[in-house]
T-cell receptor, first 116, second 113 residues
Framework: GAVVSQHPSRVICKSGTSVKIECRSLDFQATTMFWYRQFPKQSLMLMATSNEGSKATYEQGVEKDKFLINHASLTLSTLTVTSAHPEDSSFYIC????????????FGPGTRLLVL | QQQVKQSPQSLIVQKGGISIINCAYENTAFDYFPWYQQFPGKGPALLIAIRPDVSEKKEGRFTISFNKSAKQFSLHIMDSQPGDSATYFCAASRGQGAQKLVFGQGTRLTINP
């Protein structure tokens, strides 16, 4: 159990367009989902925490209007990169936690975004 | 105080040897310490995790040693295999609130056959 999927796995888009990335918990309900960004050969940087039915909490320095997060159900969270630019190119990874009593985060396979 | 410092940055071990990766933290409120394994182009996968009430936890070839007074914890991989070649991340989180993970910088492990 505890499988998290992401879609798409890879996306290439033109500068100025918006891209939506989906994160789903396949076999459990996730009260909290997290979105990370990872640059090559670097660690994971937390972008935001999202709880089902409420607004996401963004980390310092992350633009809310740039990275729109929606956690519409207990199994789905989406990250939309609006008006993407080449500097937004990165590896985006989501994770999910079952409930508030559990500290364990299960990670998705990641989405590689390339903005041309 | 929110940092987790990981070392070494890279590590080369011969097949069958023991791989040791170390992490140190400052925030005494951290109470959950997982280790993740990440292969290129993939998301991190949880390997093993420990809480401060125990000093060691073993799962197969993977062992976490935890030193609460020194605020350090380490991952030991026994009988290291070429398939263990990956990047390893330690992390820490607090038990309250959002329980956000703070990650170490990562260690790129290479097991030579």
């Amino acid at each position: 159990g505890a499988v998290v999927s992401q879609h798409p796995s890879r996306v290439i888009c033109k500068s100025g367009t918006s891209v939506k990335i989906e994160c789903r918990s396949l076999d459990f309900q996730a009260t909290t989902m997290f979105w990370y960004r990872q640059f090559p050969k670097q660690s994971l940087m937390l972008m935001a925490t999202s709880n089902e039915g409420s607004k996401a909490t963004y980390e310092q320095g992350v633009e809310k209007d740039k990275f729109l997060i929606n956690h519409a159900s207990l199994t789905l969270s989406t990250l939309t990169v609006t008006s993407a630019h080449p500097e937004d190119s990165s590896f985006y990874i989501c994770s999910a936690r079952r409930d508030s009593a559990s500290s364990t985060q299960y990670f998705g396979p990641g989405t590689r975004l390339l903005v041309l | 105080q929110q940092q987790v410092k990981q070392s070494p940055q890279s590590l080369i071990v011969q097949k069958g040897g023991i791989s040791i990766i170390n992490c140190a933290y400052e925030n005494t409120a951290f109470d959950y310490f997982p280790w993740y394994q990440q292969f290129p182009g993939k998301g991190p996968a949880l390997l093993i995790a420990i809480r401060p009430d125990v000093s060691e936890k073993k799962e197969g070839r993977f062992t976490i040693s935890f030193n609460k007074s020194a605020k350090q914890f380490s991952l030991h991989i026994m009988d290291s295999q070429p398939g263990d070649s990956a990047t390893y991340f330690c992390a820490a989180s607090r038990g309250q609130g959002a329980q956000k993970l703070v990650f170490g910088q990562g260690t790129r492990l290479t097991i030579n056959p």
